[in-house]
C-alpha cells in the first residue's frame, strides 16, 4: 500500500483529470525569486522595455528551479542562442503545475520536464513533446551496506519518493516491474513513502525509515560520489531507459499550432545550446556555477553530470539516429502497463502528443 496516502494509480489519475480539466480556467501567478508575483514584474518589465530588436518580442520561460537537467535553458540565455533567434527571454520560477497551466494557456510556450507529464497531456492540458532534452537523471539509492543488490532484494521493502506519481516514482514501478515485482498497492510487494524533500528522503534512508531512495540528480549523483549511498538503478545505463530520453522538451500547443515557425525558432536555441553543452560540458558547468543556476557547487561533478547526459549535438539530430517521438511512445507503453496512461494505443498517442518542428538546424 501508499504509506499513509492510501492512493492508488486509477484515483490519482482521476485527481489528475481534475486538475488537467482546470487548467484552462486557471491563472498563471508565480513566485519569483525575489519574492515578487512574476506576472505583476513581467508586466512592468515588459511596458519599460523596448523589444522591437526581437522579432517575436518578450516570452516567460521557467529558468529559475535550480535543476541541472535545464542547464539547455541557461546557456541558451547566457550565450545569446535565444536573443539571436529573436525572443527577449524573462526567466521565471515555476512549479510543476504552473508550467502546465503556463503551457495550456499559451503564456509559457516551453518547459523541461519528462514522463511525468504525459499524463496530463491525456487528460486534455494543451501542451505537445517537441524534442528531447537528454538522458538519465534519476537514481535509485541503498545505504552503501544494505544487503539489497538487484530488483528482486526490493520485494516488501519501503522505498522513498518525492511525490505519488512523480517521475522517480514511475521510474521505481517501471524498474520493478520490469523484473517481475508487482507494484500494484492490493499485492503489497512494495511501499512507496513520499517525502517533499530530498534531503528528508535520504535522512530517513540513514534513519531506517525507508530501504530504498529514488532521487534526482544532483542530490542522487552527490550522495553517490561521496560514498554515502550506493546505487542499484542507474537509468542512464539500466536496459529499461539506456539511451532513451528521460527529460523532454513541452511546447504550448497554442504557440505549435498557431505559429510553427516561431515555436521552431525558440526550439533551434535550445538545439544550438544542447550542441555547445555537449561539446563544452566543463565550460556549460563553470556558466551555470557561476551565475548560481543549479544548487550543484561541485563544478567537476557538474561537467560530469552534464557529459553523462548526452546532450545531443547538431551533427547527431542531422544523423538521425535518435527520435524522440521512438521514446515517446516506448514510455508511453511502459506508463500503460504500471497503470499511468489509460490509452490503449501507445503508438497513437506517441503520434499525437508529439510534434515535429522545423528548426532550420545546420550542423557546424
Same mark, same amino acid.
Given at each position: ?48 522595455? +523596448? ?57 509559457? %510556450? ?33 545505504? %552503501? ?41 492490493? #499485492? ?8 517533499? +524533500? ?18 534526482? #540528480? ?9 560514498? #554515502? ?8 545505463? +539500466? ?107 501507445? #503508438? ?17
Amino acid at each position: 500500500m501508499y504509506s499513509s496516502l492510501q492512493i492508488s494509480r486509477r484515483q490519482f489519475l482521476k485527481a489528475s483529470s481534475v486538475i488537467g480539466a482546470g487548467l484552462a480556467l486557471a491563472g498563471c501567478s508565480v513566485a519569483s525569486d525575489d519574492g515578487t508575483d512574476s506576472a505583476d514584474s513581467t508586466a512592468s518589465d515588459a511596458s519599460s522595455t +523596448d523589444d522591437s530588436q526581437y522579432k517575436y518580442g518578450k516570452v516567460d520561460i521557467p529558468g529559475k528551479g535550480g535543476s541541472l537537467c535545464n542547464a539547455p535553458c541557461y546557456i541558451a540565455y547566457e550565450n545569446g542562442y535565444f536573443a539571436d533567434a529573436g525572443f527577449e527571454v524573462n526567466l521565471i520560477t515555476a512549479d510543476t503545475e504552473t508550467r502546465k497551466i503556463g503551457l495550456n494557456n499559451g503564456t509559457i %510556450p516551453i518547459v523541461n520536464g519528462d514522463f511525468q507529464f504525459f499524463p496530463s497531456i491525456e487528460q486534455g492540458v494543451n501542451m505537445k513533446v517537441v524534442d528531447g532534452l537528454h538522458n538519465g537523471c534519476i537514481k535509485l539509492e541503498v545505504l %552503501p551496506d544494505s544487503a539489497i543488490q538487484d530488483a528482486e532484494d526490493v520485494r516488501g521493502k519501503k522505498i522513498g519518493i518525492d511525490e505519488v506519481g512523480g517521475t522517480p516514482h514511475q521510474v521505481a514501478l517501471l524498474w520493478l516491474e520490469n523484473h517481475g515485482i508487482s507494484t500494484d498497492p492490493a #499485492d503489497e510487494e512494495v511501499t512507496f513513502l513520499p517525502y517533499s +524533500d530530498a534531503n528528508l528522503e535520504v535522512e530517513a534512508l540513514h534513519n531506517g525509515e525507508i530501504d530504498v531512495a529514488a532521487l534526482w #540528480d544532483p542530490v542522487a549523483s552527490i550522495q553517490e560520489k561521496s560514498g #554515502d549511498l550506493r546505487v542499484i538503478c542507474d537509468i542512464a545505463t +539500466d536496459p529499461a531507459f539506456k539511451d532513451k530520453y528521460c527529460c523532454f522538451l513541452f511546447g504550448s500547443a497554442t504557440w505549435v499550432e498557431e505559429d510553427p515557425e516561431r515555436a521552431g525558432a525558440l526550439l533551434h536555441a535550445y538545439h544550438l545550446s544542447q550542441d555547445w553543452i555537449a561539446k563544452n560540458p566543463a565550460e556549460a558547468a563553470q556558466i551555470i556555477s557561476d551565475k548560481q543556476y543549479s544548487a550543484i557547487t561541485d563544478v567537476e561533478l557538474a561537467t560530469e553530470l552534464l557529459t553523462h547526459y548526452e546532450y545531443p549535438t547538431l551533427e547527431e539530430r542531422a544523423a538521425g539516429d535518435h527520435n524522440f517521438v521512438d521514446d515517446v511512445k516506448y514510455f508511453s507503453e511502459q506508463l500503460k502497463q504500471v497503470g499511468y496512461l489509460e490509452t490503449d494505443d501507445p #503508438d497513437g498517442f506517441a503520434q499525437s502528443s508529439s510534434a515535429v518542428l522545423d528548426t532550420g538546424d545546420e550542423p557546424a
